[in-house]
């Protein structure tokens, strides 16, 4: 390809520094797209990337690991192991997230025999390798602990730290602090195993089992593995890690679908900004082809105009990412804390991939957009100056195909979404094809607003502003799109997480019907109720009926598994609603040994009630019958109820973690009281009602949506932009209409006011398109993208507060973007425009 | 030179057909000028479009050097174009985000010369169209009739065969006009260059070689 003629390419960026607004506008919508796209990718990175360098500096040499049913292995295993030669190095390792009393800051207790550690954790900085034997050893509650986790609890060496554990109260000591610290020792508490073992609770067992593999022949491995205990697996630590960080692959993947369609609503920016600057110099572009200029150059010119903004408004928005990523970092690891693997951020971490792709995003999003304007420029004709009105009738032509493109993509898109297999992806595939064809709907709704509007008895100004609706169709219509699209995703949010809401809300309301829930205080950390505590408290005459519950952590196919074991009161059972099987049905199979599975396991593992379900256990792996498939949102990764009679025998482990109670006609309070006494210092109790449960769930709920709120108003900053955009554009373009009109007797005011109509006017149309098209995305999100990710299914809750918010936004956000170029253009002196050419 | 045979063009409004010319003949010799007066709205533009390719005629061919300018296809014909014609506008028409001097490289880079020949042509250009000084200025910050001036040098900067010049005084005032004017023949001669100028100027026609009228779509000599 011959090179582009250098004046030509002057020409271009020249007409970009003498327009300095409009470059500005076209370069905001580059960068804001790019921005949202990388800092959404740099805070998913983040939380990945410090999870996997932290669990790499704590696994240290290990390869595999050898791990227990319910997260705990008997140390008696461990001992024989160890002592059996020919099997490769091994060490005992206890592991927990524990709380800091008062502060309640969460830190990671790791518990290590020095004895056995070797050569398993020397990379761990600072803390094992300049470790000091006498700080660890007959010594009991000593810690080790980093300067930065130190300083961070605002602790130094020799003092006490206070934790609590499983609802106990303990101290320990500081006995060093090491210098180096990086994401695995910024919450790290390093304690002896023999430590770990009396402050977790846990005599007799350890969390896991360390092993390396190294260059040893895969038959050792074998032949560990055949001498494990029934229940005891060997895992890869590389598969585990891998595993958990793929938990949240499904939040990620809507969190970057969320970045990508602000980026969308940006790329209408650009467009917008490059079609006005074709339009205003289609004459140049004429003159350029009658001296000789070949169309392909005109588009070169173009394209390289784009490339440059494109590359300026990239590095802006890299920048820009950089800074709104770390703000979405700290939201976004609190939420996969909350909901997948604990992580602790507290730097962003500058992912130069992430920074690539947003590059590579905002370099390709603008050539795509600048592909259309560009053709148009290429294909005007020499020396004849296509009128403003000749371009609005081409347009008015181009409509009706554009709107058929658009509906066949909107059909496609909810095929790809609805009826094709392929997952997540397809679903979110389908989203993007429905948006991009209701945005080719968008114009031709236009011509009949303008209709509909015309037939109104309006006078003045609204007939100047209803007129210009069709007469600026080009304009207003790539507006009236960037608008709509924003709007919709608001609206489509908006009903996807009220639905959700709504649905957890019932969820929990019918799930929690208990008087009164009692547990051992930390019971969030596996601590158990005290023994016989279920049977005094069922004999006491306010109780009528209890509920047990045992929390057991497995794993399925390498993805944990929320195992409760269950001894259900029939008040307990009437909370359940199942999907495939009547409840009657349901309980039969329950009550013969069967297990209830909740939708999201049985849709991801594609179980249906009757089919089997293997579950490890301490004899060995068992399969259960599926008694019948719940609906729940406790968890993405999926819940069992074993029941109690299924569980007992094979864990052969009494203690509860929970108790609903149900009283005889008292209320909470008086239950309490009944039960308190039961309660002693050294098993404090934690008693709560439905109703604080259901709170706080909603609670948590509402934090894991404030990212995607976020995300919502970015984009509508964007469309924000783009309305301001495309009314200067279109004031300048008319300023010598505006000079006539005014020279002929508008009042300034008049012709603020026009302005200010004809933008509600495009606001109030962006508004009211949206709402069918956010309700059709909120249908693909609700039904298709969160059953897909999730595992979710819920109902569609429609409701008209935030159908008539998103009016009020789009109207707001029109009326906005007018003040400006009402205020300018009302304040131009007519004049030396009534001479322009 | 040029050599338009049997020349038609038409145009359909409302379902009229309304004839711009009919089996139109003319010819341009090298160094030749020639003048096309005619009323508004006579199609004098029109004709001019079609003999530099930019319009298409109906039925007849533009022969350029013996070639059939209609018979190539739309590249080949922006080629011929850029390389064998110049343009002088009404309005001027230069870029207005390009500097006076590179206003007048344009077709020069276009074509593909070397900077030093661009370098060269624009100040011997500017020193002919006598403003030298104003050589990093943009059109906006000139008069009427110094973007004219650029416009012209502009147009002979490639040294075309074919100057086409469509009412090149037409929105300037008498005294510019008639300057203008001189310096356009002025330099015409001395590339010996073929000048069409389409005017409604009874003066600026009286200057050239030869008159033609487009009077209901045929073209009929005047005396000069």
Redesign the interface.
Known sequence: M?RL????L???V??Q??HPWQAFLALAGIALGVAIVVAVDLANSAARATFEVSAKQLRGAATHRVVGPDGRVPTAAYRTLFTTPGLPPMAPVMRAWVEQSGSGRRLQLLGLDLFAEGAFREQLPGAIAAGDLRHWLNQPDRTVISAAAAASLGLSEGDSLSLQIQGRQHALQITQVHGESSAATRDLLLVDTATAEVLLGMPGFISYIDVIAGDRPPESLDALEALLPAGLRLVSIDEQTRSTVGLSAAFELNLTAMGLLALLVGLFLIYNAMSFSVVQRR??FG?????????H?IYRMLLSEALVLALIGSLVGLLLGALLGQGLTRLVAQTVSELYYRVSVDALHLDPLSLLKGLALGLGGTLLAALFPAWQAAST????SLSRSGLERDTLRWIPFLALAGAFLVVLGLALAFLLPGGLASALLGLFALVIGAVLITPASIPLFHRLLQRLPLGGTWRFAVRDLKRHISRLGTATAALMVALSAAVSVAIMVESMRGAVGDWLHALLNADLYVAAEDFGNGARLPDGLAERVLSLPEVAQASRYRNLQLSLRERPLAVVAADLAPQSRAGFRFIQRLPEQVWTAYDRGGVLVSEPLANRVGLHAGDSLPLPTPEGERSFQVAGVFRDFASEHGRVFLPWHSYLPLWKDERINTLALFGNGQDAATLKRAVAPLASIDAPLVFTEARQIYDESLQVFDRTFRVTEVLRSLSLGVAFIGILSALMAIQLQRRKEFAVLRAVGMTRLQLARLILLESLLLGAIAALLSLPTGILMAWVLTAAVQLKAFGWSMPLTLSAAPQLLNLGMGLLAAALAALYPAWTTARHDPAPHLRE? | MLHAHNLCKHYVDAGHRQVVFEDLELRLHPGETLALIGASGSGKTTLLNVLSGIDTPDRGEVLINGRDLHAQGEPERTRIRREQMGFVFQFFNLIPTLTVAENIALPLELIGAPRRRQQTTVEELLQAIGLGHTAERYPDTLSGGEQQRVAIARALAHRPRLLLADEPTGNLDEETGDEIMGMLLRLAREQSTALLIVTHSQPVAARADRVLRLHRGSLVAESA
């Not at chain 1, 004709?381 to 004849?384: E, I, K, M, Q």
Request: hydrophobic share 30%; proline share 14%; net charge positive.
């Open positions: 011959k003629p250098r004046l030509l002057r020409a271009g020249n007409y520094w003498r004459d140049l003159r350029l082809r009658a001296i000789g200029t070949q169309p150059e004709p020499p020396a004849t050419d």
